[in-house]
């Protein structure tokens, strides 16, 4: 079992299993803040794992679309997309 990613959609940092997943049923992770839920094939280690990529895919879509906007006098600050590539590669 993972250690949750906070709520992609609120930031919730204490998102919670409602339903481990197992060989008979799904694994549920429910965000007790703004109601976000989601259910996925996932077993023991793997539980949680769909939960965290959504959370790494919003927050990557937001980082990109914030670098891509013109900045720093016309350039494009490339150095934060650099960055935060290396810092999900290490996690």
Aim: net charge negative; charged share 25%.
């Amino acid at each position: 079992m993972n250690e949750l990613f906070p709520c992609p959609f609120c930031g919730n940092d204490q998102p919670y299993f409602e339903r481990l997943g197992d060989h008979r049923q799904s694994s549920i992770v429910v965000c007790g803040n703004c109601g976000c839920r989601m259910e996925a094939n996932e077993t023991d280690i793997h539980n949680g794992d769909a939960w965290n990529r959504r959370m790494l895919l919003s927050e990557s879509c937001e980082l990109l679309h914030s670098c891509l906007e013109w900045d720093n006098g016309g350039e494009r600050d490339y150095q934060k997309i650099i960055d935060f590539l290396n810092r999900i590669k290490t996690d």
